[in-house]
């Protein structure tokens, strides 16, 4: 069974930092891709940051150079390491993976996090 979980979410303020953990549990399947989305109250769904498996990374234009996104394949983990946090970062941050088993191709999200910047 697949499950994502994520952790490390949490109130800061404006210009720190905070760093995202998500770890997939992949049973039988391959790791395409590992990347973290988030939400707002009354936004859209939108790619903050995601890893393929072969090391392309992406980036959402609003958190380039502030985002890291890193991936350790042993242990199925992705981080998101965000530094100099602003108010708009403030979101449910959801952990999303592409996972492949054959030809099938599937998409499997995390519960979610929340990350609130405030002062």
């Known amino acids: 069974q697949v499950q994502l979980m994520e952790s490390g979410g949490g109130l800061v303020q404006p210009g720190e930092s905070l760093t995202l953990s998500c770890t997939v549990s992949?049973?039988?399947?391959?790791?395409?891709?590992i990347g973290w989305y988030r939400q707002a109250p009354g936004n859209e769904r939108e790619l903050v940051a995601s890893a393929t498996a072969d090391g392309t990374k992406t980036y959402a234009a609003s958190v380039k150079g502030r985002f890291t996104i890193s991936r350790n394949g042993a242990s199925n983990t992705a981080t998101l390491q965000m530094r100099n946090l602003e108010f708009e970062d403030t979101a449910m941050y959801y952990c999303?993976?592409?996972?492949?088993?054959?030809?099938?191709?599937?998409?499997?999200w995390g519960q979610g996090t929340q990350v609130t910047v405030s002062s």
């Open positions: 999303n993976s592409e996972l492949r088993w054959g030809k099938k191709v599937s998409a499997y």
């Open positions: 992949r049973g039988k399947f391959s790791i395409n891709t």
